[in-house]
Structures are given as C-alpha cells and as structure tokens.
C-alpha cells in the first residue's frame, strides 16, 4: 500500500523560502512519476512540478518557473519541493502524488494514483 506523508508546511512572508518534503513508502520510488500539486480555497487541484528520476526530467507550472525546484532522495524515497521568492498568491495546501507507471509526468490530477494528506503553505504580503 502506498503511503505518502507531506512536511514542511508554514507560514512565511511574500520574497521568503520553503522547503516541503513527501516520505513515501509502499512503492519504487525511482519507477514512478512524482508531483507535487496545490490547492487553494474555492479552487481546482493544480500541477505544480513533477519528476521522473527514470527518464531524468522535471517538469514545471508556468507560474513556478524560476522560482521553485523538485528533487529527490531516491535512497530515502523521499520528494522535495524547494520553494523560493515565495508570493501570496502561493498560498495553497500542498500534495504530493505519485503518478502510473510508465509515462510522463502528468499535468492532470487524474494522471495519479496516491496522494497525501497536504500540507498549508500560507505566505502574506
């Protein structure tokens, strides 16, 4: 059974940084596609970045270009979402995913299997 666990969540002001961590477990890791996608009140799930460590790519929302990075810990299935120069408009809760195998890196929400709890990220003016 596949379980994914968020952290890193907080509140930071607008120009900050967080870091927001995914421990899975129940899969290999390096296999599947991962993504992160976010959430904000009154709005769609959306992509926010995703990895496929098997095909070396990365791939990224328009709106998060230049500003935030996804990696991994393939050893300790874990995923990372480096999140700089934050704006208020980040203000989301956060899921990790894991996505069917083989493929991409989906953009849709339907493209995943697992999901986690979320965690918030809320950043103010």
């Known amino acids: 059974q596949v379980q994914l666990v968020e952290s890193g969540g907080g509140s930071v002001q607008a120009g900050g940084s967080l870091r927001l961590s995914c421990a899975a477990s129940?899969?290999?890791?390096?296999?599947?596609?991962m993504a992160w996608f976010r959430q904000a009140p009154g709005k769609e799930r959306e992509f926010v970045a995703g990895?496929?460590?098997?095909?070396?790519?990365?791939r990224y929302a328009d709106s998060v270009k230049g500003r935030f990075a996804v990696s991994g810990d393939n050893a300790k299935n874990t995923l990372f979402l480096q999140m700089n120069s934050l704006k208020p408009e980040d203000t989301a809760v956060y899921y990790c995913?894991?996505?069917?195998?083989?493929?991409?890196?989906?953009?849709?929400?339907?493209?995943?299997?697992?999901w986690g709890q979320g965690t918030q990220v809320t950043v103010s003016s």
């Open positions: 995913a894991v996505g069917y195998a083989p493929g991409g890196i989906p953009l849709s929400v339907g493209g995943y299997s697992s």
């Open positions: 990895i496929r460590w098997s095909l070396g790519a990365t």
């Open positions: 129940g899969l290999t890791f390096s296999t599947y596609p």
